[in-house]
């Protein structure tokens, strides 16, 4: 029941937030969205890979220490692949748009940077995340996932008439750090994990990677 109802509100967040695009802009920046949502697919390879170990090993019976040590560990391997492979996708972007896609998707290579951004927060809420639901906290999962839909919505309907198709990216940042930061806190209170000083480290040095590549032009 819980799962059909977050797959339902996840879902519906996609359908309005197109809705959101079509009533200010038009059909071309529906498509353009699209089109920036499979490139940013395209850097979340750690991700996909991750309900294969780090879930199941998140919904064993472990105690807090070997927990926190997976889960920093985790965070620090995603990260650094993500940094690498966001990178590439920033520094190519124009090529990686006329190899995929087309020459009249040009457009969304100006757009790209604030959802490979986007996805590398979350990249980095999704241990936590997958911490939650592994150790069955499913009334939190759905807090999270409910403040997600919110962010999806609220967001674009106030910016998508003022910064266009990006507002869907930030609406995503928000919800991530939102989720990311109830997790932590819940976490911390009642599980000890602390994020290593050098995830901390990594994070900010990899977010002004990214950003400096985004807008190094």
């Avoid at 519906?12 to 697919?41: E, M």
């Avoid at 850097?43 to 996909?48: K, L, P, T, W």
Wanted: net charge positive; glycine share 6%; charged share 10%.
């Amino acid at each position: 029941g819980i799962n059909l109802f977050l797959t339902f509100i996840n879902l519906g967040g996609l359908y309005i937030q197109r809705k959101i695009i079509l009533s200010n802009l038009d059909l071309i920046a529906v498509g353009y969205l699209q089109a920036a949502i499979s490139i940013r697919n395209y850097s979340d390879i750690v991700g996909r890979a991750s309900g294969f170990y780090f879930l199941p090993r998140m919904s064993e019976k472990i105690d807090n220490a070997k927990r926190n040590r997976e889960i920093n560990n985790y965070l620090f391997f995603s990260m650094i692949i993500y940094i690498i492979i966001g990178t590439v996708i920033l520094l190519f972007r124009d090529v990686i748009i006329r190899l995929l896609l087309t020459e009249a998707f040009i457009y969304v290579g100006t757009v790209i940077p604030w959802f490979i951004i986007a996805e590398y927060f979350n990249n980095v809420n999704r241990p936590f995340g997958q911490t939650i639901v592994g150790m069955a906290r499913l009334r939190l999962h759905t807090i999270n996932c409910v403040i997600v839909f919110v962010s999806w919505v609220i967001i674009p309907y106030i910016l998508v008439p003022k910064i266009g198709i990006v507002a869907i990216a930030v609406s995503s940042i928000v919800g991530s750090l939102i989720s990311m930061i109830n997790s932590m806190i819940f976490l911390k209170i009642n599980n000890n994990i602390i994020i290593t000083t050098r995830n901390v480290l990594l994070f900010m040095i990899g977010f002004s990677i990214l950003l400096f590549v985004a807008y190094m032009d």
